[in-house]
């Protein structure tokens, strides 16, 4: 058929043509399909991650108890948070992400689908990875794996060697995803989506991707430098021969900081839609929160050492730390009152998204204050270690992420299931929610401040704090109803809950101007944006509804409508990552790095399979 | 609904709000996330800088001469990726396939060059006759002959250690760096490679698919870039002790 | 749609950049060698070597003729990691905590 330098056998492997059930799934590229897998997913992982608390909740009730041993106990704090960060809260952002951006910006899809799909089977992958590594031991030197703690010879289990490689597929796959939505939302917005005139989610959204793309490259190195020393003896954290294990801290920290806006920005970004839909009042300052989310991003680089205030940095690095992170609490402030602004004389709809959304504010308020609290780097050498650090934690990712997802997931549900849930058991979650979260952290405060250290699996009698532990444990079973209740609204809802209408909530952006569930297309016709809440000011204000020109390409008609075709390829590729892991850490099984070859080779096969099936195939 | 489709030739004028290309975009996001990825990197190896506990140091091993060769030869290689890419807009395929194979050649040439960088820095050894007549005769010792002398017995010293990346600090770190960066050339004359390839195949690379080759094109530009960078700090500078030491 | 590439760089002009660029680099060796420069080898280098850097960026990647997008999106990564270069680099010269 060619001239091929070289003879190549001629395969034909034929691209998925309208497959159903499960291949369906499998070969999807369909952004929403996409988002619904990322979010049952994350939530499912979520779960796990609060059954993992739930235990160590149980150890800690009362001093000196006997329910797992220390060991168990390192890795479930360890897997705890290795889970709520990488395999609940980013993938449950990811979901958003995945779901609303193309339909906010009124695109059809994101720029890369097959990308997109990857993201996710990879991002599977290396959830299952860290997951299953309970088997046979895991992890166990806290979800910041300082060495030397991670070193070969303190750490000789496989378990140290499953987070490192789950957490560079989970790199993979976030990378991919960013890079997805930075291109998509520069290059895929309607026309006349200026830049200032994006929902709030989504310009969160880009800056949280940028933030993304430029700091897991620095742990993705942190930890290659890791595997050198555990596999090949290298001296990176190697003391004896001149490491450092401070280097760890650094690397570690310069991505970890960042990637703590990398939670909450998104969050933000949901709260900043729902109240002004409640409130029936535009944003307070758009322009404001826009830049103040930004700032946060760019600041966020300054501030990494506030983790290592009690390393022994040195007053002048100790100093300059506290003073960029107090100051970074400014642009956060100036949210706050921006949405504080929103509410004010709105006619406020106290419904389950709203009373997240505002619940959001009460807890975040409060570990934003225990931050500034944290800031200050003489308070926080008592602070450091001790139990006062994960109530500032849990307010903030709790009370703040969690939070705001779970009024994004109340909002939004109408639109991605096409079922309304039950308000009144939407409220009764927020409520369990509130006290169980007021109930089970706030008193993390007072043992902390009291001396209790973090990361122990107990505690002796006298110690003055089995009172708010034993309060602390009964939050969580607070919190266990709230979950339940929301499962079963949500999941009966989904089934057989009454139709949603395509915008229920009399709402402000574009994705509240299509069917409930959107059609696989999106938009019949991409429309033509002329402001801001362009959806609100079509229903209410100056404009009539446009006659959108068409902004696809010259020579479609407007029921000519192009689709990206579904894909085995991300898939395979993911397979190839996921095998490839396995293979690393069980290197000597049957020849040296056998299975990481084969992953590798699939990997391979799966490339350029991708690359050389267009992106739609001819007729 | 219709899901009328167009074929991948037709990507290149879909809507887009700046008009530039995705994939375009997509690689340069990429080459701006892999400078931290490299910055991290090079970051550690100056944190370690002059910090190694034993030798070899890199006074010992490196070889500028050689070096200069090797980053020489990189430096023309982007010249000739650069030719293959006009050459392609211009229509002229035999000119396009001249000038990949040639950069496909010079990127193997330098990966030739670190191939024996790395295996003569480990099999480097120092073989001092007399550690007393060596000091009268020249007057001073490197460090690490200094180190070797004052560390033994006999007047005669040997080691055959060569400089591994367990030996110390510097081989650590310089051969992750390094050999990071020869991984990412590996992967970029695979490319060319696949590209200069499928030029055979009818309709595959033509003017107007130029932009696949431009991606290439643009990652191997990145890889000489990071390549300069490494030369200059690594290998100029590798003289000096640095402050803080 | 738009054309990005307007200017072309002819083929004598890529080459003349190559010349340059191996002129810079036999430069820089030179200096290498002249050992009683001490430590001002250091800023003499880096402004070659930027030079370097600068011009394959411009006129190989073609950024000094594409949309500045470009151009901001591999600034941000280079300046970020050069920020953070020295920012560690400080972070282990100074203070009591080194190690």
């Not at chain 1, 830049?291 to 690095?317: D, R, Y």
């Not at chain 1, 390409?553 to 892991?581: C, K, R």
């Not at chain 2, 006074?59 to 020489?72: A, E």
Request: glycine share 8%.
């Amino acid at each position: 058929m060619s001239s091929l330098p070289i003879p190549v056998p001629n395969i034909k492997i034929s691209r998925p043509v309208n497959p159903t059930g499960i291949w369906s799934w499998l070969t999807t590229v369909d952004h929403k399909r996409i988002g619904i897998m990322y979010g049952i997913t994350a939530f499912i992982l979520f779960l796990s991650g609060g059954i993992e608390a739930t235990i160590m909740r149980l150890q800690l009730a009362g001093p000196e108890l006997d329910i797992v041993s220390a060991a168990i106990y390192n890795q479930l704090f360890t897997m705890h948070g290795t889970t709520m960060i990488f395999l609940a809260i980013m993938p449950l952002s990811a979901a958003f992400f995945n779901y609303l951006i193309p339909l906010q910006i009124g695109a059809r899809d994101v720029a890369f689908p097959r990308l997109n799909a990857f993201s996710y089977w990879t991002f599977l992958g290396g959830a299952l990875m860290l997951k299953l590594s309970w088997i046979g031991g895991a992890t166990d030197a806290g979800w910041f794996g300082y060495a030397p703690l991670t070193s070969i010879d303190q750490n000789p289990g496989k378990g140290i060697d499953f987070w490192i490689l789950s957490l560079q597929i989970l790199g993979v796959a976030s990378l991919g995803s960013a890079f997805n939505f930075i291109v998509t939302i520069i290059n895929l917005r309607a026309p006349g989506m200026t830049w200032m005139r994006l929902p709030l989610f989504t310009w969160m959204s880009f800056i949280t991707a940028i933030l993304l793309v430029l700091a897991f490259p620095v742990i993705t190195v942190a930890l290659i430098e890791l595997t050198f020393d555990r596999y090949f003896a290298f001296n990176f954290f190697n003391v004896a021969n001149g490491g450092s294990v401070v280097l760890w801290q650094h690397l570690f920290w310069v991505f970890g900081h960042p990637e703590v806006y990398i939670l909450i920005l998104p969050a933000m970004g949901i709260v900043s839609e729902v109240l002004p839909v409640f409130s029936r009042k535009p944003l307070f300052g758009y322009a404001t929160v826009v830049l103040a989310g930004a700032i946060i991003a760019f600041m966020g680089w300054m501030v990494w050492s506030h983790h290592m205030f009690t390393v022994g940095l040195g007053p002048v690095a100790n100093t300059v730390f506290t003073i960029t992170t107090m100051l970074i609490a400014v642009p956060t402030g100036i949210k706050m009152f921006n949405w504080i602004g929103t509410i004010w004389g709105g006619s406020l709809k106290l419904n389950t998204p709203m009373l997240f959304s505002l619940g959001f504010i009460a807890m975040f308020l409060i570990g934003g204050l225990s931050g500034v609290m944290h800031a200050v780097s003489a308070h926080d050498a008592q602070q450091q270690d001790t139990y006062f650090v994960p109530a500032h934690i849990h307010y903030v990712l709790f009370g703040g992420a969690i939070m705001a997802i779970l009024s994004g997931i109340y909002f939004w549900f109408p639109k991605f299931s096409g079922k309304m849930y039950s308000e009144r058991e939407g409220k009764l979650h927020f409520w369990l929610m509130m006290i169980g979260q007021n109930v089970t952290f706030f008193p993390m405060h007072f043992v902390g401040l009291d001396g209790m250290p973090r990361r122990i699996y107990t505690y002796a009698e006298g110690m003055g704090w089995d009172l708010w532990n034993a309060v602390a444990t009964a939050g969580v079973f607070i919190l266990i109803a709230g979950f339940l209740v929301m499962i079963n609204n949500l999941g009966r809802h989904w089934r057989n809950g009454p139709t949603a209408t395509d915008d229920p909530w009399d709402a402000r952006t574009l994705e509240w101007s299509i069917s409930s569930p959107p059609p696989h297309y999106n938009f019949e016709e991409i429309p033509v944006v002329r402001s801001l809440d362009d959806w609100w000011e079509t229903k209410y204000g100056t404009h009539e509804k446009a006659v959108p020109v068409s902004g696809s390409s010259e020579d479609a008609h407007n029921s000519d409508i192009h689709m990206p075709q579904p894909s085995y390829w991300p898939a395979v590729t993911s397979l190839g990552l996921f095998v490839g892991g396995y293979g690393i850490v069980f290197n000597d099984l049957l020849f040296p790095y056998l299975f990481a070859g084969i992953g590798l080779l699939i990997t391979v096969i799966g490339v350029y399979a991708w690359s050389l099936e267009p992106v739609n195939d001819p007729e | 609904m219709s899901t009328d489709v167009h074929n991948n030739t037709h990507e290149d004028h879909d809507y887009t709000t700046t008009g530039l290309n995705h994939r375009k975009m997509l690689m340069w996001a990429f080459l701006g996330s892999d400078c931290m990825f490299f910055g991290a990197l090079i970051a550690t190896y100056l944190v370690y800088q002059g910090k190694s506990l034993v030798g070899p140091y890199p006074i010992d091993v490196f070889d500028i001469p050689v070096t200069s060769v090797s980053t020489f030869v990189l430096l023309m290689s982007s010249m000739s990726m650069v030719l293959a890419y006009a050459a392609l807009t211009q229509n002229k395929i035999n000119g396009f396939r001249i000038w990949m194979a040639s950069t496909a050649i010079m990127g193997a040439t330098f990966i030739g060059f670190q191939v024996y960088e790395f295996s003569s820095f480990s099999t480097f050894h120092v073989d001092i006759e007399s550690c007393a007549e060596q000091k009268v005769k020249y007057g001073k010792f490197d460090d690490y002959e200094a180190e070797l002398c004052s560390n033994a017995k006999d007047d005669h010293v040997e080691t055959h250690d060569g400089l591994k990346p367990q030996t110390n600090l510097f081989g650590t770190t310089f051969y992750t760096l390094t050999g990071f960066h020869g991984a990412h050339v590996t992967l970029g004359i695979v490319w060319i490679l696949s590209l200069l390839f499928l030029s055979y195949k009818k309709g595959m690379i033509t003017p107007e698919r130029h932009l696949d080759v431009d991606l290439a094109a643009l990652y191997w530009h990145f890889v000489d870039v990071v390549w300069i960078v490494i030369f200059t700090v690594i290998y100029l500078f590798g003289v000096f002790p640095f402050p803080g030491s | 749609m738009s054309k990005e590439e307007i200017h072309h760089p002819t083929a004598k002009q890529y080459f003349r950049i190559a010349m340059v660029l191996s002129v810079i680099t036999a430069i820089e060796v030179a200096i290498f060698y002249l050992e009683f420069l001490g430590y001002w080898m250091v800023p003499i280098l880096v402004v070659l070597s930027t030079g370097k850097f600068a011009l394959v960026a411009m006129y190989y990647m073609h950024l000094r003729y594409d949309h500045k997008l470009f151009t901001y999106l591999f600034v941000t990564g280079v300046v970020l990691a050069t920020v953070v270069i020295f920012a560690i680099i400080s972070l282990f010269s100074f203070g009591i905590g080194r190690w």
